[in-house]
């Protein structure tokens, strides 16, 4: 990851630790589709429900490196909206 936008110079890594609000986030996009996954494993392969949370988390790990991509890009929107000056 660039340390500052390449075209505008903006920093992304305002302070250390910046990217720690980025976890709550990348939580917040994740339930949904793990709610999905989980259920849809538990509906149509009848599985016990442990089973079926333990699948969900294993097909959902390829798209983690994604999610966090997207959780790091919607925390910056927000800083930004709330906090442009910094
Ligand atoms: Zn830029």
Redesign the pocket.
Known sequence: MYEQ?P????TYEREPGYFLGALYVSYLLSIPPGLVLVLGIWHFTRWPFDWSVGAAFLAYLPLVPLVTRWARVLWMHLDWHFDPGA
Not at 7 to 10: K, Q
């Open positions: 936008c075209h505008c110079g903006h």
